[in-house]
């Protein structure tokens, strides 16, 4: 049985940073690639982020691209979300995401298998 669970979110002040960590079983975790997306109040889930299964590939929302970054640990089966400079907007239920093999342009409206239950980021003004 394959299990997500993310942790590391929290309350930040806005400019403030936040790591959060995800951890897969149940699953070859380095045959999959990784993905982070998020769901703010009254908004529609986005992508945020992707990782190729050898971490070679990343990609990034644009409303996030120099401030946060992916990276993934395959002996710990974890990925991670290093967040930085974060902002009243980023508030946000952070789920990760899993089951595709591939971190491909269209990563963030492709269908993933496997997901998380989420952790929450609020960032405060």
């Known amino acids: 049985q394959v299990q997500v669970v993310e942790s590391g979110g929290g309350l930040v002040q806005a400019g403030g940073s936040l790591r959060l960590s995800c951890t897969a079983s149940?699953?070859?975790?380095?045959?999959?690639?990784m993905a982070w997306f998020r769901q703010g109040p009254a908004k529609a889930r986005e992508g945020v982020s992707c990782?190729?299964?050898?971490?070679?590939?990343?990609y990034y929302a644009d409303s996030v691209k120099g401030r946060f970054t992916i990276s993934r640990d395959n002996a710990k089966n974890t990925v991670y979300l290093q967040m930085n400079s974060l902002k009243p907007e980023d508030t946000a239920m952070y789920y990760c995401?899993?089951?595709?093999?591939?971190?491909?342009?269209?990563?963030?409206?492709?269908?993933?298998?496997?997901w998380g239950q989420g952790t929450q980021v609020t960032v405060s003004s």
């Open positions: 990782i190729s299964w050898s971490g070679d590939t990343t």
């Open positions: 995401a899993t089951g595709q093999e591939l971190c491909s342009p269209s990563w963030s409206t492709i269908r993933y298998n496997y």
């Open positions: 149940g699953l070859t975790f380095d045959d999959y690639a």
